[in-house]
């Protein structure tokens, strides 16, 4: 596809992707178990102009220096990453896109921080911290 809707848990926010994912990955970093109270996070990647939130509004929280999360301020999901390394991107919970089969999933990111009890057991790549060029 080369849009996709999506929306948070309780369904006050509401948001179009209007282009394809520049990347997508599952991150394991401590920061994003700790956010979402998961094992880890899976992303896509959008440029930050390809978002419209179509209804309500994401609440942002500053987790670290230079990282922003958004959330539903309602119910709690976890909708949003951007970080100032990587200005004119916005990382999206694939779990809140809808109908997003099609994304293609490139590496795990963070695995030095993988939770214990967490298997990999597909043949994406693995970096210990992040792929180069990424944040």
């Known amino acids: 596809a080369s849009a996709y809707s999506g929306r948070c848990f309780c369904g006050f926010v509401r948001f179009r992707l209007e282009d394809s994912p520049l990347y997508a990955c599952h991150c394991?970093?401590?920061s994003c178990q700790r956010a979402a109270g998961a094992a880890f996070v899976s992303w896509a990647t959008f440029a930050v102009d390809v978002m419209r939130?179509?209804?309500g509004v994401i609440t942002e929280y500053q987790s670290s220096p230079g990282v922003t999360r958004g959330f539903c301020g309602h119910c709690g999901s976890s909708l949003t990453y951007a970080h100032?390394?990587?200005p004119g991107e916005i990382d999206v919970t694939l779990a809140s896109i809808e109908d997003a089969e099609d994304i293609v999933l490139r590496a795990h990111i963070?695995?030095?921080?993988?939770?214990?009890?967490v298997?990999?057991?597909d043949d994406l790549p693995q970096y210990?911290?992040?792929v180069t060029g990424q944040a």
């Open 28 to 30: 394991h970093c401590h």
């Open 53 to 55: 939130i179509t209804d």
């Open 84 to 86: 100032t390394a990587r």
């Open 110 to 117: 963070w695995v030095e921080d993988k939770a214990p009890w």
């Open 119 to 121: 298997v990999i057991a």
């Open 128 to 130: 210990a911290r992040k």
